[in-house]
């Protein structure tokens, strides 16, 4: 069974940063494409950042230029280093990968079939 798990979700004021890390189980398993979505109250599950193994990455609109993506270990780790963070920023946040190749990495969830349980990200303003 293939995990992901999540690590370094927190609460921080408006301004602040912090930064998120995920890590696989399985280290034989390669993830060509990783990514994070966040989820709020209320709210559906939203793509913010993803990256492919020649590094190309996508952003959504609400955290480009705040937001970096990166994996720390190719095709096997994945980091967001998130800055200047909003209240609105507040959610759930998964890191997910597939193992299909994707020349422009996708922000939709139905393209990630393999998901971290989450960790609580919490700005305060």
């Known amino acids: 069974q293939v995990l992901l798990e999540e690590s370094g979700g927190g609460s921080v004021q408006a301004g602040g940063s912090l930064r998120l890390s995920c890590t696989t189980s399985?280290?034989?398993?390669?993830?060509?494409?990783m990514a994070w979505f966040r989820q709020a109250p209320g709210k559906e599950r939203e793509g913010i950042a993803t990256?492919?193994?020649?590094?190309?990455?996508s952003y959504a609109d609400s955290v480009k230029g705040r937001f970096t993506i990166s994996q720390p270990i190719a095709k096997k780790t994945l980091s967001l280093q998130m800055n200047s963070l909003k209240p609105e920023d507040t959610a759930v946040y998964y890191c997910?990968?597939?193992?299909?190749?994707?020349?422009?990495?996708?922000?939709?969830?139905?393209?990630?079939?393999?998901w971290g349980q989450g960790t609580q990200v919490t700005v305060s303003s």
């Open positions: 997910a990968a597939t193992p299909d190749y994707y020349s422009h990495p996708p922000l939709s969830p139905r393209y990630y079939g393999y």
């Open positions: 399985n280290l034989t398993v390669n993830w060509p494409v």
């Open positions: 990256i492919n193994s020649w590094k190309t990455t």
